[in-house]
């Protein structure tokens, strides 16, 4: 799933094969409970999020839900 996903990122496209493995080789899970905020607007990004199961708002103060991600998708790549 991860590599599906990196594979369609413009990031990573000059990585190949073998450099995209050493790259998921540091990607860790993470357990989010319904409604928890993963990232905050204002906060700094460190993370990139491959969305393994379930889905994600995306929302922005004062102009409410902007867009939903769902499995497969990545959130936070450009804070890399």
Same mark, same amino acid.
């Given at each position: %799933? /991860?590599? @599906?996903?990196?594979?369609?990122?413009?990031?990573?496209?000059?990585?190949?094969?073998? #450099?995209? +493995?050493? %790259? /998921?080789? @540091?990607?860790?899970?993470?357990?989010?409970?319904?409604?928890?905020?993963?990232?905050? #607007?204002? +906060?700094?990004?460190?993370?990139?999020?491959?969305?393994?199961?379930?889905?994600?708002?995306?929302?922005?103060?004062? #102009?409410?839900?902007?867009?939903?991600?769902?499995?497969?998708?990545?959130?936070?790549?450009?804070?890399?």
């Amino acid at each position: %799933l /991860i590599m @599906v996903a990196l594979k369609g990122k413009f990031l990573f496209e000059s990585l190949n094969s073998t #450099q995209l +493995d050493k %790259l /998921i080789d @540091v990607f860790s899970p993470i357990n989010c409970t319904v409604g928890e905020k993963v990232i905050k #607007q204002g +906060d700094t990004g460190d993370f990139m999020y491959v969305i393994q199961t379930g889905h994600f708002e995306v929302t922005k103060d004062g #102009q409410g839900k902007l867009n939903e991600c769902g499995i497969g998708q990545t959130f936070g790549e450009l804070a890399l």
